[in-house]
Structures are given as C-alpha cells and as structure tokens.
C-alpha cells in the first residue's frame, strides 16, 4: 500500500512538471511571432513534390505554405529566414522559403522558361548546382526545383550573382524540411 502511493505521488509530480513544460513552451511559441508562423506553416501546409502545372492553375492570390517532403525544423526555419534578410533587397527572392506567395512562383516559372544563359552564365549555374546541398535548387523535380532554378538565372542576369551567392540562395531556400539536407538525402 505504501509502494502504490509513492508510485501516485510520484506519477502526479511528473505528470505536472510535464503540463507545466508543455504550458511554458506554448506560452513562448505565442509570445515569439517568428515560432507562432511556425506552428501555422508546419501544421497547416498546402505543399507536396507537385510538378509546375499545379502551379499555373492556383489563384495568384493563394500562397505555397508549408515544407514538401518532411517536417518543418523551428531551428533551421529561424536560421533561413534571417538569412533571407540578406537578400531582402531583392524582391525575387521569397523571404520565407516555406510561405511562397503563387503570383511569384509564376514569375518565377517564366523566368526558367525564357531566360537562356550565356555559356558563361551556365558555368556559374552548373558549380552552383554542385555546391549546394541538394545538388540543385531542391532535392527533387519538382515545383521548387524550377521555380528556384528560374530564380538563378534571373540572380545571375539581372544581379551577376556567382555560384556561391546562387548555392547560398538555394540552401536559405530549403523547402523539403527537416534540419538540413545533402544530395537529396534527407535528413
């Protein structure tokens, strides 16, 4: 009898250390903006491994919110978007890889359909493509993939961007989720 109420004491403790835990991070996800977007777009996405034609049927007044193959990271999402604030400047470039608005991606598809690269410009395209960690724009053909590869050739036309400014570009862009990627492993 006695080993069963420390056992309930003991369950009850832990039970409450564990709510007062839970209450406390939920007080600061909805005390920090940057974490209460996060719940949003990590629970609430619209996002998959679509092809570009989805793209082209969506309102322009929508927005691709949300990672495509894994789980959101807050860690990695944080770091992404202060990164993007770089490049803030440049109004091509979403400032948060995971909420997209669709008029932009538009943009951005005709953009990979109708800028041509010098062979110079290609080169700077090609080693970016080996330098990023998905090995490209995204870890797969999908609608990102394009959407980002029209965003380098736009960087590098209208900007000179090199290789490296494009690989940062891309690896800040990271949609797929999760803490990072490399070559189309997940992570």
């Known amino acids: 009898m006695k080993n069963t109420k420390f056992l309930t004491i003991g369950f009850l403790l832990i039970l409450s250390i564990g ?11 909805s ?44 860690h990695r999402y944080q770091e992404q978007v202060e990164g993007l604030k770089k490049y803030s400047n440049i109004d091509k470039i979403p400032s948060d890889p995971y909420d997209i608005p669709v008029s932009l991606t538009k943009e951005l598809l005709d953009y990979d359909k109708n800028i041509k690269l010098t062979p110079e410009q290609q080169k700077i395209y090609d080693d970016a493509m080996k330098m990023s960690d998905e090995g490209g724009p995204c870890c797969c053909k999908c609608w990102r993939w394009y959407v980002y590869e029209g965003l380098a050739k736009y960087l590098i036309t209208e900007y000179n961007f090199n290789s490296e400014e494009i690989a940062e570009v891309w690896n800040l862009s990271d949609g797929c989720g999760g803490e990072g990627h490399s070559a189309g492993v997940h992570t």
Do not use: E, W
């Open 19 to 29: 709510l007062l835990s839970l209450l406390n991070s939920k007080q600061t996800i």
């Open 31 to 74: 005390n920090n903006p940057m974490s209460a977007k996060f719940v949003k777009l990590s629970t609430n996405n619209n996002v998959a491994c679509f092809g570009p034609t989805t793209i082209y049927s969506m309102d322009n007044s929508q927005r691709l919110q949300g990672s495509c193959c894994g789980p959101m990271s807050l």
